[in-house]
């Protein structure tokens, strides 16, 4: 599957963005989809995840009650609604899919378990 990520950009602190992650190809498969992302200088870190039917997220710390994970599986999108943004938001945002079977309804936070990733999309966020 093909990961494409979009919707990145330049924020002032306190504004809003939203990411947009399409797949194409295998979509016949079901996948949990997760955001991470990337600061520079920084290893790559967890932001959030949605299961396949979309009845589970789960967030890393910091972006709870900011950041809302969605998707439409009819669309095969998954969304990262960003909101109060914080300097230290500003990043490399991928998106990447973990391809589960029908049963593995549930969310995780490990990167090494994601088959797909998405080239990234950049957001920068000024004081």
């Known amino acids: 599957v093909q990961l494409q990520a979009s919707g990145g950009g330049l924020v002032q602190a306190g504004g809003s963005l939203r990411l947009s992650c399409t797949a194409s190809?295998?979509?016949?498969?079901?996948?949990?989809m997760a955001w991470f992302r990337q600061a520079p200088g920084k290893e790559r870190e967890f932001v959030a995840a949605?299961?396949?039917?979309?009845?589970?997220?789960d967030y890393e710390d910091s972006v709870k009650g900011r950041f809302t994970i969605t998707r439409d599986n009819h669309e095969n999108t998954v969304y990262l609604q960003m909101d109060s943004l914080k300097p230290e938001d500003t990043a490399v945002y991928y998106c990447?899919?973990?391809?589960?079977?029908?049963?593995?309804?549930?969310?995780?936070?490990?990167?090494?378990?994601?088959?797909?990733w998405g080239r990234g999309t950049q957001v920068t966020v000024s004081s």
């Open positions: 949605i299961s396949w039917s979309g009845r589970s997220t």
């Open positions: 190809g295998g979509t016949s498969s079901r996948y949990l």
């Open positions: 990447a899919a973990d391809a589960v079977d029908y049963s593995s309804d549930y969310t995780h936070n490990l990167d090494f378990r994601f088959d797909f």
